[in-house]
């Protein structure tokens, strides 16, 4: 079958872009010097998580951050509880492999009305509103752009919220990192020769 002269030109194309998503795949999992560990909770992960304080606040929702970055030596004592420490299981990833250690990921608890006391119930409807309040921060958090534990297939973990920013544990071990505005520079590249690419394939 013979190719028309926009067909040859995308074959062309096709040719130029795949080696060019080849290099930056590979930037995302090969680092190219070694990166620090960080130190502190992301800035727009802090800037989200006190939005959605203030937001359930709005709703009647009193929510307490009980943690968010979380460093690998604290990681590795946290695995070790139910294990090695008394206490349960309450996590299955080891130093640096949890977003918490890169500052991405922070865990939440209901608080009653003018109480100190922590609440993990998640049917737990405080404001009186017929809904459970859990939910309604874990929605609230959604639309902020976390992502919820809480619907992970596997080992579910209902206090936990992170934002990966499309990075991979495997990512951040290999020092790839969001940049200010929570998107990895070689990844944001990549979107755009794939948004280009689709781009020019519909013309």
Same mark, same amino acid.
């Given at each position: 079958?013979?190719? =028309? ?5 995308l ?10 998503? #080849? /290099? #930056? ?5 090969? &680092?190219?010097?070694?990166? &620090?560990?960080?130190?502190?909770l =992301?800035?727009?992960?802090?800037a ?10 709005r709703?009647? /929702? ?6 968010? #970055? ?5 990681? =590795?004592?946290?695995?070790?509880? $139910?294990?090695? +420490? ?5 996590? @299955?990833?080891?130093?640096g492999? +949890?977003y ?7 865990? #939440? ?5 003018? !109480?100190?006391? %922590?609440i993990?119930?998640m049917?737990?409807?405080? @404001? !009186? =509103? +017929? ?5 309604e921060?874990?929605? /609230?958090?959604?639309?902020? !752009?976390f992502?919820? $534990? ?9 206090p936990?919220?992170q934002?990966?920013?499309g990075?991979?544990?495997?990512? %951040?071990?290999n020092?790839?990192? &969001?940049?200010? @505005?929570?998107? &990895? ?5 990549k979107?755009? /020769? ?10």
């Amino acid at each position: 079958m013979k190719l =028309n002269k926009k067909g040859k030109w995308l074959v062309t194309l096709l040719f130029l872009i795949v080696p060019i998503l #080849f /290099i #930056f795949n590979s930037l995302e999992t090969q &680092p190219t010097k070694k990166v &620090p560990m960080p130190t502190k909770l =992301n800035d727009l992960v802090e800037a989200k998580s006190k939005q959605l304080v203030n937001e359930a606040a709005r709703k009647g /929702i009193r929510v307490v951050i009980t943690d968010d #970055f979380r460093s690998a030596k604290d990681q =590795n004592a946290l695995y070790a509880q $139910g294990r090695s +420490s008394d206490g349960n299981v309450v996590t @299955n990833a080891r130093g640096g492999e +949890s977003y918490h250690n890169y500052g991405l990921a922070i865990d #939440f608890a209901l608080a009653a009305p003018g !109480g100190e006391q %922590l609440i993990w119930d998640m049917d737990y409807d405080g @404001n !009186g =509103n +017929s809904k459970s309040d859990w939910k309604e921060v874990v929605e /609230i958090a959604k639309n902020l !752009g976390f992502e919820w $534990g809480g619907d992970w297939a596997k080992f579910k973990d209902y206090p936990h919220l992170q934002m990966s920013f499309g990075l991979t544990i495997n990512d %951040l071990q290999n020092g790839v990192r &969001p940049s200010k @505005n929570g998107v &990895p520079t070689n990844l944001a590249m990549k979107d755009k /020769i794939v948004k280009f690419f689709k781009e020019i394939s519909n013309i």
